[in-house]
């Protein structure tokens, strides 16, 4: 094993000099505490690991548009990494629209579901809409949940409260005790332990060992959420996860088997359906003048400009549905 020595130096009353050295090589993400020959403790940030960075996703349609599926660095760094890449591609069924791809790093950003008095209902969650000043300390991004629960046909676990039975079979989004997050189907990938804080279960997956599930149909306005005015090629939104952990969200107007493609293509080794319809899915992230500052609507930026909600979305009060919060670790 390499050992990673770091030298702290601080200011006595002697004068400037070594006051004591830290061995930070046992393992990365720790959080170190020394003391110093002047009895003052100097707790050592954890040293973060990182996912090795995307790579650009190959357009559908020919010639590519300029940028298409390029990745460029999106939000605040995190210990001087970025930890979320974006990019837009057109679906291959309707290149007249344009979808938006955000590729997150989980090693570096902690996750956190929110609730809302709609979705899934009650008044008593501790986390829900607005953000807070504290959280939009560390704020990196945030997007929007699932269906209703009397439409997602699974169930919801947040605060240690089971708002709603979590069903076998069902598209789960998992969040640990840590932060971790990961998309998996429930009682196969995913299973309930001493570790799960959070399970918000949509639908079935809609992408499952890389590849989208059987039976999926272009024209699809109701088995996979129903489509406002039955207009096939709406607003929809996923969220799967890769090989090696990364997750990747797309949204975009477009049908539910280009949901799917643009999922894989991007990565997804499995994935699930999240909301859907103009008004309702959202991603953004958020850009502080510098790397400690607040996360605010004012530079927050939409992952596709035609998203019809703002990165004010989650900062206000009325809002009453619920969202995933992914802030620096």
């Not at 999240?274 to 939409?302: E, I, Q, R």
């Not at 400009?305 to 206000?316: L, S």
């Amino acid at each position: 094993m390499t050992r990673r020595w770091i030298a702290v130096a601080v200011v006595a009353t002697t004068g400037l000099g070594i006051a004591a050295i830290a061995d930070l090589s046992p393992r990365a993400g720790a959080t170190h505490s020394i003391m110093t020959t002047t009895n003052v403790a100097i707790n050592i940030a954890p040293i973060l690991s990182t996912l090795a960075s995307p790579t650009n996703i190959r357009p559908f349609v020919a010639p590519a548009v300029a940028g298409e599926g390029i990745y460029h660095r999106a939000g605040r760094t995190v210990q001087g990494h970025s930890a979320i890449f974006t990019t837009t591609i057109r679906p291959l069924s309707n290149p007249t629209t344009v979808a938006g791809v955000a590729w997150i790093d989980p090693k570096l950003l902690s996750a956190r579901l929110y609730s809302g008095s709609l979705s899934p209902g009650g008044f008593f969650w501790k986390y829900t809409a607005p953000i807070s000043r504290v959280a939009s300390k560390t704020l990196v991004a945030a997007f929007s949940g699932g269906f209703l629960l009397k439409d997602s046909h699974g169930g919801y676990l947040s605060e240690g409260r089971l708002v709603a039975a979590l069903v076998p079979g069902a598209a789960s989004l998992v969040i640990y005790r840590d932060g971790s997050i990961t998309v998996g189907q429930w009682g196969r990938d995913v299973v309930m332990n001493s570790n799960v804080v959070a399970v918000r279960q949509n639908l079935t997956l809609l992408v499952d060992q890389g590849a989208p599930v059987a039976g999926l149909q272009a024209g699809d306005a109701s088995q996979w959420g129903s489509a406002l005015n039955h207009v096939v090629d709406t607003p929809r939104s996923g969220l799967g996860v890769t090989s090696d952990g990364a997750l990747v969200y797309v949204e975009g107007q477009m049908d539910i088997v280009d949901l799917a493609r643009i999922l894989v293509r991007a990565g997804a080794v499995r994935a699930m359906v999240l909301d859907m319809n103009p008004l309702w899915p959202v991603f953004a992230t958020y850009l502080p003048s510098s790397p400690t500052g607040y996360a605010a609507p004012s530079n927050g930026k939409d992952l596709t400009p035609t998203m019809v909600q703002t990165p004010m979305r989650f900062f206000e009060t009325a809002y009453a549905r619920d969202f995933v919060t992914l802030s620096a670790r």
